[in-house]
């Protein structure tokens, strides 16, 4: 009999015995939910074309050997993962996987087009934009596609004082009123302060970061 091995990822793997599979995610026994959750599965001597791939709950679509699958459904413990081979007609099912449903990793506000903890003033002449970024399992940063600034607040703060501070600002773009304050009376170790910060999740629900996003105000480079 054929030895069954899968495969994860960053390596992890385990045997079993029937024909081989492999299934690539993150080394991690659960999904998360509303994320689209990426899978590679390969199966021994069959075509990507020949692989049929269900969920007993939400979504999975399939590409090739790559699969994506998200689930909206609240709240759900687990869901199971069935693999077959197509052939003549028929689907002959080989394997049987169950994950753990996770909520959706809390989010995290960034600014576009900043790298570390300080901003000059030079880059105050392109704006300020803020972005949530994509929980993309440990990959490259892209913009969120599930969550939206909706609101923001933004402080100046001066030896531990404040000086300016605007609250409730719609959408994630700082306000040329707020950028010109700063241009113009913004001195060297002033922190920006963003904070308040109002998501939508797929504009279905929203949430109220805790977060408190902190830029330091440096000299041109």
């Known amino acids: 009999m054929k030895r069954l091995f899968t495969l994860l990822l960053t390596l992890c793997s385990f045997n079993n015995y029937g024909q081989t599979v492999v299934i690539t995610s993150f080394c991690r026994p659960e999904l998360f939910q509303w994320i689209e959750n990426p899978l590679s599965i390969v199966v021994e001597n069959t075509s990507c074309n020949n692989i049929v791939v269900k969920v007993s709950e939400g979504r999975i679509i399939q590409n090739g050997c790559k ?50 903890d300080e ?48 609250t409730n600002i719609p959408g994630n773009e700082v306000p040329l009123e707020v950028i010109e304050f700063i241009r113009k009376n913004g001195q060297n170790e002033d922190l920006l302060v963003f904070s308040n910060f109002r998501l939508s999740l797929y504009r279905k629900k929203r949430l109220k970061l805790p977060q408190i996003l902190t830029y330091k105000l440096v000299a041109e480079r």
């Open 119 to 166: 901003i000059s003033k030079s880059q105050l002449e392109f704006g300020l934009t803020l972005f949530v970024p994509d929980f993309t399992f440990g990959l490259e940063a892209v913009e969120s596609k599930m969550y939206k600034v909706d609101t923001f607040s933004i402080s100046v703060i001066r030896n531990d004082s404040t000086i300016f501070t605007k």
């Open 67 to 116: 699969f994506t699958f998200t689930i909206e459904e609240d709240p759900i413990d687990d869901i199971k993962l069935f693999i077959g081979v197509k052939k003549k007609g028929t689907v002959n099912w080989i394997e049987q996987r169950t994950y753990k449903i996770k909520p959706a990793p809390l989010p995290s506000v960034r600014l576009i087009s900043t790298y570390g």
